[in-house]
């Protein structure tokens, strides 16, 4: 079981290694509660990741990695380390299935083991893999800052509303975050005065996490229910709604936090430009459309209790957490490889043959 760690940190980070295992900025217990977990063992991150103490596309598949290093860590030394390590792979893949990246970073720690020399120091360089993915990342969300605020300026070089759905920040990725990064980007160019932030039903990734990331730093934000969206685009003149992935399929299909879907419409419908950013590890080229993507459902209990009431109204629940935006609602995605405008499967797989941008 991971253990609480007290870590006093200025600039909070929502992964960090320590000598000890990985630390977790414990994502259920913001805002309100900076506390970080330790996770010592691949079971513990495993069930980080079901808890949602580390919650967001790229942070799960960065927090996988190190799961594996730590896996490696506890095995000490293997006659065939693939097969001592397959029972983590397994876990940790099993543990939320729509966000891509948890695959994708797990194949990269996969096949760094598949190519290691006999003699090499398996832990240290899955360590260091894990390392090198987490900080590719962070990297990766700065490019995307910058080409996402260039979309923005490139349409109205004023301050303007955006709106964003769910948290695709700092705490969920290596640091500075997908859409978040771009907002934070276009804020220090002067081109946001305002974020609309979605609460975001059920889980709340809006309120708890959006709102707290965006206050830090001066943002101004403020919060809606999800479906006021509508009213708020009639009302407010809003530029772009900018939002994260948590897979995106070959022809531009998104998959995303429930309710993206429904802000693709309304957006359609008022004339507001869709973003979405994201970094290529979140682009699945084996599915050629959206509906191929697996979406999460989760338990009814977060439905059903409110505050610190369980209701009991005796209805069924249908609690799907992702959504498919399809490709013809999204005027851009952009990643580190570059920008794709109203995206589809031949210039994803352009796209997706070209290095990256940094
Ligand atoms: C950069 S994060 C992009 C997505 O992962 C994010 O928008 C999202 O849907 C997260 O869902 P969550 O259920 O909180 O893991």
């Given at each position: 079981m991971?253990?609480?760690a007290?870590?006093?940190?200025?600039?909070?980070?929502?992964?960090?290694w320590?000598?000890?295992?990985?630390?977790?900025?414990d994502?259920?217990?913001?805002?309100?509660n900076e506390?970080y977990?330790l996770?010592?063992?691949?079971a513990d991150?495993?069930e980080?990741?079901?808890a949602m103490?580390?919650?967001?596309a790229?942070?799960?598949g960065?927090?996988?990695?190190?799961?594996?290093?730590?896996a490696?860590r506890e095995?000490g030394s293997?006659?065939d380390w693939?097969a001592?390590?397959?029972p983590?792979?397994?876990?940790?893949?099993?543990?939320r299935?729509?966000?891509?990246?948890?695959?994708w970073?797990l194949?990269m720690?996969q096949?760094?083991?598949?190519?290691?020399?006999?003699?090499?120091?398996?832990p240290?360089t899955?360590?260091?893999?894990?390392?090198q993915?987490h900080?590719?990342d962070r990297?990766?969300?700065?490019t995307?800052g910058?080409?996402?605020m260039q979309q923005?300026r490139?349409y109205?070089?004023?301050?303007?509303?955006?709106?964003t759905?769910?948290?695709?920040?700092?705490?969920a990725?290596g640091?500075?975050?997908?859409a978040?990064g771009?907002i934070?980007t276009?804020?220090?160019?002067?081109?946001?005065e305002?974020v609309?932030?979605?609460?975001t039903?059920?889980w709340l990734q809006?309120?708890?996490?959006?709102?707290w990331?965006?206050?830090r730093?001066g943002?101004?934000?403020s919060?809606q229910?999800d479906?006021?969206?509508?009213?708020?685009?009639k009302?407010?003149?809003i530029?772009?709604?900018?939002?994260?992935?948590?897979?995106?399929?070959?022809?531009g299909?998104v998959?995303?936090?429930i309710?993206?879907?429904?802000l693709?419409v309304?957006?359609?419908h008022?004339?507001?430009?869709?973003m979405v950013v994201?970094?290529s590890?979140t682009?699945?080229?084996q599915?050629?459309?959206?509906d191929?993507?697996p979406l999460?459902e989760r338990?009814a209990d977060?439905?059903?209790i409110?505050?610190n009431?369980q209701?009991?109204t005796?209805?069924?629940?249908?609690n799907?957490?992702?959504?498919?935006?399809?490709?013809?609602?999204?005027d851009?995605i952009?990643?580190?490889?570059?920008?794709?405008?109203r995206?589809?499967a031949r210039?994803?797989?352009?796209m997706m043959?070209?290095q990256?941008l940094?």
């Open positions: 991971a253990v609480e007290a870590v006093p940190r200025e600039q909070f980070q929502a992964l960090a320590s000598g000890d295992g990985l630390l977790l900025l994502q259920r217990q913001l805002p309100g506390s977990l996770c010592r063992t691949a991150v495993a980080a990741i079901n103490s580390v919650r967001g790229p942070a799960i960065i927090a996988a990695a190190y799961g594996i290093a730590l490696a095995l293997a006659d693939s001592a390590l397959e983590s792979f397994a876990m940790l893949e099993g543990t299935p729509t966000a891509v990246n948890l695959a970073a194949r720690m096949q760094q083991l598949q190519r290691l020399p006999e003699g090499s120091d398996v240290a899955l360590l260091a893999l894990a390392r993915i900080d590719s990297e990766a969300n700065l995307m910058r080409l996402g923005l490139k109205d070089k004023r301050p303007q509303h955006v709106i759905h769910c948290n695709a920040g700092a705490l990725t640091g500075f975050g997908t978040l771009v934070r276009a804020h220090a160019a002067g081109l946001i305002q609309h932030a979605n609460e039903r059920p809006g309120t708890r996490l959006t709102a990331e965006l206050m730093e943002i101004p934000v919060l229910a479906l006021a969206v509508g009213h708020l685009m009302e407010q003149s530029s772009w709604v900018i939002v994260g992935a948590d897979r995106i399929a070959a022809n299909d998959a995303n936090k309710g993206t879907y429904a693709a309304l957006a359609m008022h004339g507001v430009r869709f994201a970094p590890s682009i699945d080229m599915l050629d459309n959206g191929l993507i999460e338990d977060e439905l059903l409110v505050g009431r209701l009991d005796g209805a069924e629940v249908f799907p957490v992702f959504d498919v935006t399809p490709a013809d609602l999204i851009v952009v990643t580190e490889k570059g920008i794709i405008e995206p589809d210039k994803l797989a352009d043959s070209r990256r940094h």
